[in-house]
C-alpha cells in the first residue's frame, strides 16, 4: 500500500515544493541565464531518464536549449568521454547515487563545465560533483517504483523552465495540486479500467511531444509494478514500423492531451481502434478521444506543457490498481531494487 | 524472398560502397575538420534512428563529438525549434522524404549552420537542404523492411568516423563484406534457432554501447516482419526496471561483443538464463557468451567498433526465418509502406 499513499501524497509534495523551491529556482535562472553554453547534457536512467524526455522538449520548446542524452558508458567503461565544450553538464537522480551518471558529472567538472544536478538527496554523491543544485523535496519515497520523485522532477524541470523564460507563464503550475487531486478523484473509473485489462500480457503505450516522456514513464511503470511487457512509443515512430503488431485485441494505452499533436494522435487512435481493432485505454482531456477510445479516462483540462503530470498520475493509478488486481506485491516488485548503482 | 536476396547482397553492397565513397568522404571529412562546431544534431526516424544510435556512441568515443537527437515535432507541429548555436544539424534517412526531418535540415539552413545528409537518394528532399551529402550507395531496395540500406548507413557513418580520425583504423573495414559472407554462411544455424523460438509473442533484446544499436534495429525488424512484440534495452536500462518482466521461458536475445562492456552483458545473461531461466538467445564472438545462452550464434572476431555491422546481419536473418517459418510475407509486412512520411 505504499506505492499507492505515495501517489495520494502528489498534491502535498507539489504544495511543498512550489513553495520551497521559487525562490532558489529564481535565484538559480540567474546564474544559469549568465552562462555562455549551446545545448544541455542530461545523463540519467529509468524513471529520471523519462524527466530528461520531459526536459528535451519542455526546455527547447520555451527556452530554445537543445537537448543531448548522455551516454554513460562513454565515460565508464569505454573511457572515452566526448568533448563537451558548449555543454550544460545535467544529472537527474531521485537517489544521487549511480556510479556511470556520476562519472558523467565528473567529467563535466574535469571539463570545466557548468553542473547541475536534479536529485532528492541533495547531500548525494551526485550532487556533491555539481555546481548548482535542484532539490526535488519530494520527502522520502518508500515504495521500490518511483511515482512522486517522478512527478517532483517534472516539476522542478518545469519551474526551473519557467523561471527561466518570463513567457512561460509559471502561474499555471500552482493549478497542478488542484488538478492532480480531481485526477485522483477518478480512481474508481481507472480501477475498472485496469479490471478490464487485467488479462494483458503485453501492450503499446503512445504519447507524443511533451507526453513522450508518459508513454515512457507510464510503460516503465506497468514492467516494474505489473510484469506486463509495454513497449512506449511516439505515434511518429509507432508508424515507422512497430505498427505491424497492433493486431485484434492488442491493448494500446494512450496519452491524447489538447495541443498541437492531439489531431495526430486522434488519426492513429481511429486506425488501431476501428481498422486493426485494438484494445485502446485513452488518457485525455477531450472528449473526441475518450470517445474514440474502447476505455476512457479523463484527465483536467490543463495547459499541454504541464500536462504530463496530471497524466502520469492517471497512469501510476492504473498501474498500482493493475498490480494489486494481479495479486501482486506493488511496493516491492521481484528482482528490484530501490537504488540501483550501474556502471 | 526479396528481403532474403537484399541481407545477401550485403557484401557486395559493403565492396561497392567502400570503394565509391573513400574519395567523396576524405574530401568531406577535410571540410567538416574545418568546420567549428560542438555537437551534431541528428535527425532520424525508424531504421535510420538506430544507425543515429550507432554515430552517437562512434563519433563521440572516436571523434569526440556530442550528439543530440533531434525531436523533431519540435520544428513542425509545435514551431518552437531550439537554438541550434553550435550544431552540426545530420539527417539519415533511406528515402529522404520523411517531412519532418526535412524540417529538421531546413531549420538548420535557416540559422546558418552547416548541414550533413545520409541517405540512399542523394536527389531527395532532404539531401536538398543539405550543403554536404554522403551518399550511402546501397542500390535499389525493394523489400519494405530496411536491411541493406540500414547496414549502409552505418558503414557511412563509421567511414566518415575513419576519415575524421587518424586514430580510427579505417583500414578495418575492408574486412567487412568477408565477415558478412562469413555469417551468411552460418544461416543454417540461424534457421534452427528462429525454428526453436517460433512460439515466441514477445521478447527483451538487449544490446549496450556500440550495439545498442544492434538491439534497437533487431527489436524493429522482428516487430515489422514477425509481428513479435520486442522491447530493446541498453543492460544499463533493463536493470532499472524492465528486469522484472523476465520470467521462466521468457525469450531474451543478446548481443554480446567483445569489448570494454563484454563482462556487463555476461554478469547480466548468467543471472537472466540461471536464476530466472529465461530463454537466452545469444550472438557473440566470444565462447563463453555462447556457453552462457539457451541458443548460440557465432559471430566473426571483428574489433568492437564495427561489430554492429555482422551483428545485425545475423540478427536480419535470423528475423526473416522467423517470418518465414510463421508463413508470413516478409517482403511486404501488414500496414507498413516503404517510405514513411510522418510530420
Redesign the interface.
Same mark, same amino acid.
Given at each position: 500500500m505504499t506505492m499507492r499513499s505515495e501517489i495520494g501524497e502528489q498534491p502535498e509534495v507539489f504544495r511543498r515544493a512550489l513553495a520551497v523551491n521559487e525562490e532558489p529556482l529564481s535565484e538559480l535562472a540567474g546564474r544559469i541565464s549568465a552562462l555562455q553554453f549551446? +545545448?544541455a547534457?542530461i545523463a540519467a536512467?529509468?524513471?529520471s531518464?523519462n524527466a530528461a524526455r520531459y526536459a528535451? +522538449?519542455l526546455w527547447?520548446?520555451?527556452n530554445?536549449?537543445?537537448?543531448?542524452?548522455a551516454?554513460?558508458?562513454?565515460f565508464t567503461? +569505454?573511457?572515452?568521454?566526448?568533448?563537451?565544450?558548449?555543454?550544460l553538464v545535467v544529472g537527474i537522480s531521485q537517489s544521487g547515487e549511480s556510479p556511470?551518471l556520476i562519472a558523467v558529472l565528473a567529467e563535466g567538472r574535469k571539463q570545466g563545465r557548468p553542473i547541475l544536478a536534479i536529485t532528492n538527496e541533495p547531500e548525494s554523491p551526485l550532487a556533491e560533483q555539481a555546481d548548482m543544485v535542484i532539490d526535488i523535496a519530494a520527502g522520502e519515497e518508500l515504495a521500490v517504483a518511483a511515482t512522486k520523485t517522478y512527478t517532483a522532477q517534472l516539476l522542478a524541470v518545469a519551474m526551473l523552465s519557467a523561471a527561466l523564460d518570463s513567457e512561460t507563464p509559471g502561474e499555471e503550475l500552482s493549478s497542478l495540486p488542484g488538478h492532480v487531486e480531481s485526477v485522483i478523484a477518478t480512481e474508481d473509473t481507472i480501477n475498472a479500467v485496469a479490471a478490464d485489462l487485467a488479462d494483458m500480457?503485453?501492450c503499446?503505450v503512445l504519447g507524443?511531444?511533451y507526453n513522450?516522456s508518459t508513454a515512457y514513464e507510464w510503460a516503465?511503470k506497468v514492467?516494474?509494478?505489473t +510484469?506486463?511487457?509495454a513497449?512506449p512509443y511516439?505515434t511518429?515512430?509507432f508508424?515507422?514500423?512497430?505498427?505491424?503488431?497492433?493486431?485484434p485485441g492488442f491493448p494500446i494505452l494512450a496519452v491524447a492531451a489538447d495541443g498541437?499533436?492531439f489531431d495526430?494522435m486522434m488519426q492513429l487512435l481511429g486506425e488501431v481502434t476501428r481498422e486493426?481493432h485494438a484494445r485502446t485505454l485513452v488518457l485525455s482531456n477531450r472528449a473526441e478521444a475518450l470517445a474514440e477510445a474502447r476505455f476512457a479516462v479523463p484527465l483536467p483540462a490543463v495547459p499541454e506543457w504541464i500536462s504530463p503530470i496530471p497524466a502520469i498520475v492517471a497512469a501510476q493509478l492504473f498501474t498500482y490498481h493493475l498490480g494489486a488486481i494481479k495479486g501482486l506485491d506493488t511496493d516491492q516488485?521481484?528482482?528490484?531494487n530501490k537504488v540501483?548503482r550501474?556502471?
Open positions: 549551446d +545545448y547534457l536512467r529509468g524513471t531518464d528535451k +522538449y527547447a520548446a520555451h530554445g536549449i537543445p537537448i543531448a542524452l551516454a554513460p558508458s562513454l567503461s +569505454y573511457q572515452r568521454p566526448p568533448r563537451l565544450d558548449g555543454a556511470d500480457r503485453s503499446a507524443r511531444g513522450h516503465l514492467q516494474e509494478v +510484469y506486463v511487457l513497449h511516439s511518429a515512430d508508424r515507422h514500423g512497430p505498427i505491424a503488431v497492433a493486431e498541437p499533436l495526430d486493426k516488485p521481484r528482482g528490484l540501483t550501474t556502471t
